[in-house]
């Protein structure tokens, strides 16, 4: 028996945010000021070492670009770090904005009474700062971030958590991802429904969720369904 939904989770980037557009425009600018401050590498190489470098030590990682030109020039150039990071700032600044339609859409699910969650895999300030910077946070009555748990999805732990803070049973809760290994899995795995944000950055995996979703708006109509 399908129940009446009483709230809506959500993963954060790749989902309600293009994190990742964010993030190549802010590394493209980097680089470039970078090289333009002294690096001796050429941009396209840079970049690309650049992120296998985050994809060894984490997306997130708040100390990429000293790690980087430690790597690519033998020592730290304070210079060359200085030009990155206020690029990468500058950039990020313009670049951190929700996926169209999230406000209206979030809008109209506290209207419809809906309690709001966010189940990240971001460290809990930058989680925190992204809800902040694009003017999300009133939303969101929980948000667990890596630091709640210590485990990353699918692991079930960041899924309990959200439960426990919430008050509701998994099976009143949709959950909506981009990540059908993570996300979907994991909010699968412990008895929630599913809505898949194929307009994000991972669409293929094997987990199949439960809606497909082309548009962030187009989760109105699924929540709509469970009445």
């Known amino acids: 028996m399908i129940k ?84 990468y700032r500058k950039v990020k600044a313009g670049n951190l904005v929700p996926y169209p339609h999230v406000m209206e859409t979030l809008i109209k699910l506290k209207e419809k009474g809906l309690k709001l969650g966010i189940v990240s895999d971001a460290p809990r300030m930058q989680a925190w700062l992204r809800l902040a910077e694009m003017n999300l946070m009133a939303f969101f009555d929980v948000v667990i971030a890596l630091d709640d748990t210590g485990q990353l999805k699918p692991s079930d732990l960041p899924f309990k958590a959200a439960l426990e803070r919430i008050g509701f049973k998994a099976e009143e809760i949709l959950f909506v991802g981009d990540n059908p290994e993570r996300d979907i899995k994991g909010a699968k795995g412990i008895g929630m429904h599913t809505a898949l944000a194929k307009y994000g950055q991972f669409p293929k995996g094997n987990e199949k969720a439960d809606h497909d979703l082309n548009n962030v708006k187009d989760i109105i109509k699924v929540v709509d369904s469970y009445k």
């Open 4 to 87: 009446m939904l009483k709230a809506v989770l959500f993963d954060l980037d790749n989902t309600l945010v293009d994190f990742m557009r964010m993030k190549e425009a802010c590394s493209d600018a980097a680089i470039h000021a970078m090289v333009e401050a002294g690096l001796p590498m050429e941009e396209e190489n840079a970049k690309k070492n650049l992120f296998a470098m985050y994809e060894e030590v984490g997306i997130e990682n708040q100390t990429i670009f000293e790690k980087f030109l430690k790597v690519e020039m033998g020592k730290v150039d304070f210079k060359v770090l200085a030009a990155g990071i206020a690029a």
